[in-house]
């Protein structure tokens, strides 16, 4: 299952890089006479509109991959961002413990209890649009969860006789941090990276529904979609391409995340139970 | 207990006052005012229209004249919506939003919580694999991809529901509730799994089997409300999540809930409507926190004394 | 004839765990199974009753009637109207959201009697618990280790069981509570005439209690008898070599190595920590645990001191302060005179090494052994004289030099437990700091260790602090012993005159309650 879901999600990533390099249109290309191609018509497919065009003539399939592709960067990348701020906030909460740590971690408490999906929208409103900054957004608020498992992780194996022994045997702080600590939860990290693309898939595409994300003529996979739901009625393609890309996607790194992190806490150091998931 | 209690509550204060503020300070120095519209004004009009709201006030009088108002349960008057109060309009969309929401977590918790158990008493087994595989599927479906697509074949194919808006007939809320539950009702599957499979585990249960007592009595009497903590502090963020979702939800179904008026007010800087209603959708999750606290008690006297 | 076994064999997967035991157990007698862990004792008790996810086959009566391969559906009655199970762990053995008299009426409903309050009372009054009526009020939680277990006995007891099974009933419990809770099982056999089915690591325990024994090795019997046989004249090699390993009170003293210069002169020692943060706190309240109040303590090159004490004494604190691994809120550590700093620098680092309790723990699970037995040679270098190599330090500790490219997990607790000793000795210390380390260790290998690290002791004229809260360990091992309580040393002696004399009440406690 896992293996299954990793090999989609690199085909996806695979095609969305580089398919667009080979269609006769650009994404943001408008072919003044092919507006509104249906998905399986003669017409569109001699036009070079392989899944049609949209209803100001721009190429779908081309459209498609390439907000799958400013998606999955985006994710990419806001994942990336959370886990820095993750690993850096657990590991100094779980390490410090005693009051620093209360205090830390009744920040995160309040910061999850906060409707944050909110909290953006009201960043998107006030900074303006950008791509930057969706990210930025994302990745701020995406990172409580690394947090709090990080920082069990931390305070589990800093209880662990080996962390005594190392203090004993003279290894700084640093030196702890680096060539015990991390070592032993990069593994747990890394499971929930993988679960954490996947949500900032969906928010990136929740805002970009909204019409806060991504801004024309650049496109992602909410833009798409939400463009979808307007003309369902006519033309149903246009909703269940990109809604059916998406979710795939999503399924396809959850499964994938969820199953590497059943498969660490099994042999792993520290098994936070299932409320920490 | 009690003590639990107090002392949340007591944190809860200072974060509501912060999310206030912080919003606040946000929308007040958000480039743009909301009277900078396409046709520029006059600036004798622009004046008297920001004096007529207070906004050429110190900005920190603004703030404390803000939070004695909402103290009182005045949010002043939308700016967008200018006959209305932003209390009418909340007055206006929360019922709706709280019929939707409410339903939803109940539909999610009868689904969680049941599969949850299936799936747990026959751990190991096809079916297992198979609800949570469904589980997966169900928490990674985002709303605004399944609402459109329920629309797409109940209301349009089967024509069973109302594509939009409410009517008389109460099957209007049925597409929104099942769209806005199932990501939920996945989640809560996972939890309450995970939390039975640790409880079946555990010694207590090894005890009970000793005994002699039958699975069902082990599973209900002994294993299932201890199991159900985790699912329990799940609450909080499934209240929240409802209401995001929400936000979506009222607006493919163009319902007139609370989450529609906030994305009115975000995209036409209506400061006292936005601010209005991330105070009180603040104050909800942590309400759903505070319940979720009081649960815990029941379901673990442990955590009574902890 | 209450409980009878015909060459039972229990497998797990097609491997055999226990092959061919053979037993009875009469009315009020108890039958122990004694072992170390691993030997197939708790399944031999378990498996019969479908207890343990392995097969049994061969012949298990109870009350003259067979019940191997009988399904789950034929067992559970019969568990539920003829046995009583009493398990290791006291503190989870309960549901946690029901309260003690819930616990009660589900067990007397076995004998499908609903009890009344009064007799509720009376079960709890048999297990000698005091304040019966508050007690049925309260949630497990609410109650100790010992009382938990109490409560346990009760609800196995509680429909009047022909045959009542105890997996390790004491081994979780604070030595003090053992003899107690051994006596209670003892005598409610006797009076109740029940069979009991005993099964325990511990010989001291099944000593005072079992009136036979079957001491298993690796699945198979090793010896069967009487206890007071197996104890006084074992006859199986095994048996002798496990009875040399367990120290006991009643044994000779040998004489100790001689001791030289004074090494550690710790006066005044005081450990305090913080209450954790509470909103409401009781003015009461102590803002500060005092773990350690005013320890005083010498150690000499090649001595052993051992601190005795029962669990939350405050030894492992101790113990800590003066590795320089934990707080020392106040007094004076002195090395050789001289006075060390709380902050260890290098120079007093590699002066004192620790070795703890749980070997696999102490052990980093990402590094291999050659890396991990090094690790305080790469921070400590300059501060050491003749830098050992890996491979010499493993043959020290009394293992191949192979061992140096595992990994901990393929290691047993045993050789664990030498790895962490090599990693102490990397850096020649004079003083080895010993918190528990032998007592997760089964006997032959904890007595293994033990006799490795009183060679190394001669070798290298090493001092030892050792930490343990088994009395007959310390009197094996020490020069000097200090029993703790409460966070005082309450008694600092040499062994022959504590045990000749002692003075302190906790210390008559501790012999009483050691074997």
Same mark, same amino acid.
């Given at each position: 299952?896992?293996?299954?879901?990793?090999?989609?999600?690199?085909?996806?990533?695979?095609?969305? @890089?580089?398919?667009?390099?080979?269609?006769?249109?650009?994404?943001?290309?408008?072919?003044?006479?092919?507006?509104?191609?249906?998905?399986?018509?003669?017409?569109?497919?001699? +036009?070079?509109?392989?899944?049609?065009?949209?209803?100001?003539?721009?190429?779908?399939?081309?459209?498609?991959?390439?907000?799958?592709?400013?998606?999955?960067?985006? /994710?990419?990348?806001?994942?990336?961002?959370?886990?820095?701020?993750?690993?850096?906030? =657990?590991?100094?909460?779980?390490?410090?413990?005693?009051?620093?740590?209360? #205090?830390?971690?009744?920040?995160?408490?309040?910061?999850?209890?906060?409707?944050?999906?909110?909290?953006?929208?009201?960043?998107?409103?006030?900074? $303006?649009?950008?791509?930057?900054?969706?990210?930025?957004?994302?990745? /701020?608020?995406?990172?409580?969860?690394?947090?709090?498992?990080?920082?069990?992780?931390?305070?589990?194996?800093?209880?662990?006789?080996?962390?005594?022994?190392?203090?004993?045997?003279?290894?700084?702080?640093?030196?702890?941090?680096?060539?015990?600590?991390?070592?032993?939860?990069?593994?747990?990290?890394?499971?929930?990276?993988?679960?954490?693309?996947?949500?900032?898939?969906?928010?990136?595409?929740?805002?970009?529904?909204? =019409? !806060?994300?991504?801004?024309?003529?650049?496109?992602?996979?909410?833009?798409?979609?939400?463009?979808?739901?307007?003309?369902?009625?006519?033309?149903?393609?246009?909703?269940?391409?990109?809604?059916?890309?998406?979710?795939?996607?999503?399924?396809?790194?959850?499964?994938?995340?969820?199953?590497?992190?059943?498969?660490?806490?099994?042999?792993?150091?520290?098994?936070?139970?299932?409320?920490?998931? | 207990?009690?003590?639990?209690?107090?002392?949340?509550?007591?944190?809860?204060?200072?974060?509501?006052?912060?999310?206030? #503020? !912080?919003?606040?300070?946000?929308?007040?120095?958000?480039?743009?005012?909301?009277?900078?519209?396409?046709?520029?004004?006059?600036?004798?009009?622009?004046?008297?229209?920001?004096?007529?709201?207070?906004?050429?006030?110190?900005?920190?009088?603004?703030?404390?004249?803000?939070?004695?108002?909402?103290?009182?349960?005045?949010?002043?008057?939308?700016?967008?919506?200018?006959?209305?109060?932003?209390?009418?309009?909340?007055?206006?969309?929360?019922?709706?939003?709280?019929?939707?929401?409410?339903?939803? %977590?109940?539909?999610?918790? *009868?689904?969680?919580?049941?599969?949850?158990?299936?799936?747990?008493?026959? /751990?190991?087994?096809?079916?297992?694999?198979?609800?949570?595989?469904?589980?997966?599927?169900?928490?990674?479906?985002?709303?605004?991809?399944? =609402?459109?697509?329920?629309?797409?074949?109940?209301?349009?194919?089967?024509?069973?529901?109302? @594509?939009?808006?409410?009517?008389?007939?109460?099957?209007?809320?049925?597409?929104?509730?099942?769209?806005?539950?199932?990501?939920?009702?996945?989640?809560?599957?996972?939890?309450?799994?995970?939390?039975?499979?640790?409880?079946?585990?555990?010694?207590?249960?090894?005890?009970?089997?000793?005994?002699?007592?039958?699975?069902?009595?082990?599973?209900?009497?002994?294993?299932?409300?201890?199991?159900?903590?985790?699912?329990?502090?799940?609450?909080?963020?499934?209240?929240?999540?409802?209401?995001?979702?929400?936000?979506? #939800?009222?607006?493919?179904?163009?319902?007139?809930?609370?989450?529609?008026?906030?994305?009115?007010?975000?995209?036409?800087?209506?400061?006292?409507?936005?601010?209005?209603?991330?105070? !009180?959708?603040? =104050?909800?999750?942590?309400?759903?926190?505070?319940?979720?606290?009081?649960?815990?008690?029941?379901?673990?006297? +442990?955590?009574?004394?902890? | 004839?209450?409980?009878?076994?015909?060459?039972?064999?229990?497998?797990?997967?097609?491997?055999?765990?226990?092959?061919?035991?053979?037993?009875?157990?009469?009315?009020?007698?108890?039958?122990?199974?004694?072992?170390?862990?691993?030997?197939?004792?708790?399944?031999?008790?378990?498996?019969?009753?479908?207890?343990?996810?392995?097969?049994?086959?061969?012949? *298990?009566?109870?009350?003259?009637?067979?019940?191997?391969?009988?399904?789950?559906?034929?067992?559970?009655?019969?568990?539920? +109207?003829?046995?009583?199970?009493?398990?290791?762990?006291?503190?989870?053995?309960?549901?946690?959201?029901?309260?003690?008299?819930?616990?009660?009426?589900?067990?007397?409903?076995?004998?499908?009697?609903?009890?009344?309050?009064?007799?509720?009372?009376?079960?709890?009054?048999?297990?000698?618990?005091?304040?019966?009526?508050?007690?049925?009020?309260?949630?497990?939680?609410?109650?100790?280790?010992?009382?938990?277990?109490?409560?346990?006995?009760?609800?196995?007891?509680?429909? *009047?069981?022909?045959?009542?099974?105890?997996?390790?009933?004491?081994?979780?419990?604070?030595?003090?509570?053992?003899?107690?809770?051994?006596?209670?099982?003892?005598?409610?056999?006797?009076?109740?005439?029940?069979?009991?089915?005993?099964?325990?690591?511990?010989?001291?325990?099944?000593?005072?209690?079992?009136?036979?024994?079957?001491?298993?090795?690796?699945?198979?019997?090793?010896?069967?008898?009487?206890?007071?046989?197996?104890?006084?004249?074992?006859?199986?090699?095994?048996?002798?070599?496990?009875?040399?390993?367990?120290?006991?009170?009643?044994?000779?003293?040998?004489?100790?190595?001689?001791?030289?210069?004074?090494?550690?002169? *710790?006066?005044?020692?005081?450990?305090?920590?913080?209450?954790?943060?509470?909103?409401?706190?009781?003015?009461?309240?102590?803002?500060?645990?005092?773990?350690?109040?005013?320890?005083?303590?010498?150690?000499?090159?090649?001595?052993?001191?051992?601190?005795?004490?029962?669990?939350?004494?405050?030894?492992?604190? !101790?113990?800590?302060?003066?590795?320089?691994?934990?707080?020392?809120?106040? $007094?004076?550590?002195?090395?050789?005179?001289?006075?060390?700093?709380?902050?260890?620098?290098?120079?007093?680092?590699?002066?004192?090494?620790?070795?703890?309790?749980?070997?696999?723990?102490?052990?980093?699970?990402?590094?291999?052994?050659?890396?991990?037995?090094?690790?305080?040679?790469?921070? %400590?270098?300059?501060?050491?004289?003749?830098?050992?190599?890996?491979?010499?330090?493993?043959?020290?500790?009394?293992?191949?030099?192979?061992?140096?490219?595992?990994?901990?997990?393929?290691?047993?607790?045993?050789?664990?437990?030498?790895?962490?000793?090599?990693?102490?000795?990397?850096?020649?210390?004079?003083?080895?700091?010993?918190?528990?380390?032998?007592?997760?260790?089964?006997?032959?290998?904890?007595?293994?260790?033990?006799?490795?690290?009183?060679?190394?002791?001669?070798?290298?004229?090493?001092?030892?602090?050792?930490?343990?809260?088994?009395?007959?360990?310390?009197?094996?091992?020490?020069?000097? #012993?200090?029993?703790?309580?409460?966070?005082?040393?309450?008694?600092?002696?040499?062994?022959?005159?504590?045990?000749?004399?002692?003075?302190?009440?906790?210390? +008559?406690?501790?012999?009483?309650?050691?074997?």
């Amino acid at each position: 299952m896992m293996r299954f879901s990793i090999i989609i999600v690199a085909m996806i990533a695979v095609l969305a @890089v580089f398919m667009p390099f080979l269609l006769p249109w650009d994404y943001a290309q408008i072919d003044w006479d092919g507006v509104g191609l249906d998905i399986i018509s003669q017409q569109a497919w001699q +036009r070079g509109h392989y899944l049609g065009s949209d209803d100001i003539g721009r190429d779908r399939l081309a459209r498609i991959l390439v907000g799958t592709r400013i998606t999955m960067s985006i /994710a990419l990348a806001a994942a990336l961002v959370a886990m820095l701020i993750g690993i850096a906030w =657990g590991v100094i909460a779980g390490w410090i413990g005693g009051r620093t740590d209360d #205090i830390m971690m009744r920040i995160v408490d309040a910061l999850y209890a906060l409707p944050f999906m909110f909290i953006v929208i009201v960043l998107m409103v006030v900074f $303006g649009r950008s791509i930057l900054l969706v990210f930025i957004g994302i990745g /701020a608020v995406e990172w409580l969860t690394m947090a709090r498992v990080v920082r069990g992780e931390v305070k589990a194996i800093k209880s662990r006789p080996f962390i005594l022994a190392a203090k004993a045997s003279g290894a700084s702080f640093v030196a702890i941090i680096l060539r015990h600590i991390l070592p032993n939860i990069m593994g747990v990290a890394i499971a929930y990276l993988m679960l954490t693309v996947p949500q900032v898939v969906m928010v990136e595409s929740f805002l970009s529904f909204l =019409g !806060l994300g991504v801004q024309e003529p650049m496109t992602s996979l909410g833009i798409l979609v939400n463009e979808g739901a307007a003309q369902m009625e006519i033309n149903p393609a246009a909703l269940l391409l990109p809604g059916g890309v998406l979710i795939i996607l999503i399924i396809s790194l959850t499964i994938a995340g969820e199953r590497l992190r059943d498969r660490i806490n099994a042999g792993g150091i520290a098994r936070p139970d299932a409320g920490a998931a | 207990m009690l003590r639990l209690i107090l002392r949340r509550l007591w944190m809860a204060i200072p974060t509501l006052f912060a999310i206030i #503020i !912080l919003s606040f300070l946000l929308m007040r120095f958000a480039p743009g005012g909301p009277f900078d519209g396409e046709r520029p004004l006059s600036p004798e009009t622009k004046a008297a229209l920001e004096s007529s709201y207070g906004l050429d006030k110190p900005i920190w009088e603004q703030i404390l004249l803000y939070v004695g108002r909402i103290l009182q349960g005045d949010f002043g008057p939308s700016l967008i919506y200018r006959d209305f109060t932003v209390n009418e309009l909340i007055a206006q969309g929360l019922p709706i939003s709280l019929l939707i929401g409410g339903l939803a %977590l109940l539909l999610a918790c *009868a689904i969680g919580i049941s599969a949850g158990l299936i799936a747990a008493s026959k /751990a190991g087994q096809a079916i297992d694999e198979i609800l949570m595989l469904l589980a997966t599927i169900l928490t990674a479906l985002p709303t605004f991809v399944t =609402g459109p697509l329920l629309v797409l074949i109940f209301a349009f194919s089967l024509g069973w529901f109302p @594509v939009s808006g409410m009517d008389e007939n109460i099957s209007w809320v049925v597409l929104p509730v099942i769209a806005l539950s199932l990501p939920i009702a996945g989640a809560i599957m996972k939890l309450v799994r995970a939390g039975l499979a640790v409880q079946l585990s555990q010694d207590h249960l090894r005890s009970a089997r000793a005994r002699g007592l039958s699975p069902v009595k082990r599973l209900f009497r002994h294993a299932l409300r201890p199991a159900l903590v985790p699912a329990a502090s799940y609450l909080g963020p499934a209240a929240a999540g409802v209401l995001t979702g929400a936000v979506v #939800i009222e607006t493919i179904f163009g319902l007139p809930g609370l989450g529609r008026y906030f994305v009115q007010g975000a995209l036409n800087r209506d400061y006292p409507l936005v601010l209005g209603v991330v105070t !009180l959708y603040a =104050g909800l999750i942590i309400a759903f926190n505070l319940l979720a606290d009081l649960m815990y008690g029941w379901l673990d006297p +442990r955590m009574r004394d902890s | 004839m209450i409980y009878s076994a015909r060459n039972l064999s229990i497998e797990i997967d097609s491997s055999a765990l226990v092959h061919d035991i053979s037993f009875d157990i009469k009315a009020g007698k108890i039958l122990a199974l004694a072992g170390a862990s691993g030997s197939g004792k708790t399944v031999t008790c378990l498996s019969p009753f479908g207890l343990h996810a392995s097969r049994a086959s061969g012949s *298990a009566m109870l009350l003259d009637q067979e019940i191997i391969g009988l399904d789950e559906q034929k067992l559970a009655p019969i568990r539920a +109207r003829d046995v009583g199970f009493i398990f290791q762990q006291p503190l989870t053995a309960l549901t946690p959201h029901m309260t003690i008299a819930a616990h009660l009426t589900e067990a007397s409903m076995q004998a499908g009697i609903a009890p009344s309050h009064k007799r509720l009372v009376e079960m709890l009054n048999r297990v000698e618990l005091s304040r019966p009526a508050d007690k049925l009020r309260q949630y497990p939680h609410q109650l100790s280790g010992g009382e938990r277990q109490r409560i346990c006995i009760a609800m196995g007891i509680a429909h *009047a069981p022909k045959l009542l099974v105890a997996d390790e009933p004491t081994s979780a419990l604070d030595a003090e509570l053992r003899c107690d809770i051994m006596l209670l099982l003892r005598d409610i056999c006797r009076a109740e005439n029940m069979a009991m089915l005993l099964v325990s690591h511990d010989l001291a325990s099944i000593e005072s209690s079992a009136d036979d024994v079957i001491l298993l090795q690796k699945g198979r019997v090793a010896e069967a008898s009487t206890t007071r046989k197996l104890v006084q004249k074992p006859k199986s090699e095994y048996a002798q070599r496990l009875m040399a390993a367990t120290p006991r009170m009643g044994e000779a003293l040998l004489p100790s190595p001689p001791i030289g210069d004074r090494l550690i002169d *710790a006066r005044a020692m005081h450990v305090n920590f913080p209450r954790p943060f509470q909103f409401f706190r009781n003015k009461s309240d102590d803002i500060m645990v005092r773990a350690v109040r005013n320890v005083s303590l010498t150690i000499g090159q090649g001595e052993t001191l051992a601190i005795v004490g029962g669990s939350g004494s405050g030894k492992s604190t !101790l113990a800590r302060a003066i590795a320089g691994l934990g707080p020392l809120s106040a $007094g004076q550590i002195l090395w050789r005179g001289q006075p060390l700093s709380t902050k260890r620098n290098r120079k007093n680092r590699a002066l004192m090494q620790p070795v703890f309790q749980d070997p696999i723990a102490s052990l980093d699970p990402k590094w291999r052994v050659r890396d991990i037995i090094l690790e305080p040679q790469k921070y %400590l270098l300059d501060a050491i004289s003749d830098v050992l190599s890996a491979e010499e330090l493993l043959l020290e500790v009394g293992l191949e030099a192979e061992f140096a490219d595992r990994f901990p997990a393929q290691l047993s607790g045993g050789q664990a437990q030498r790895v962490a000793i090599a990693r102490a000795l990397s850096v020649n210390p004079q003083l080895l700091i010993l918190d528990e380390a032998t007592s997760a260790l089964d006997p032959l290998a904890a007595h293994s260790i033990a006799q490795t690290l009183e060679n190394l002791q001669k070798e290298r004229s090493l001092a030892l602090l050792m930490v343990t809260h088994d009395l007959a360990l310390a009197r094996r091992m020490a020069h000097q #012993i200090g029993v703790m309580k409460d966070g005082q040393l309450v008694e600092y002696q040499s062994k022959h005159q504590l045990f000749a004399d002692p003075q302190h009440d906790a210390t +008559r406690t501790l012999i009483k309650n050691s074997h």
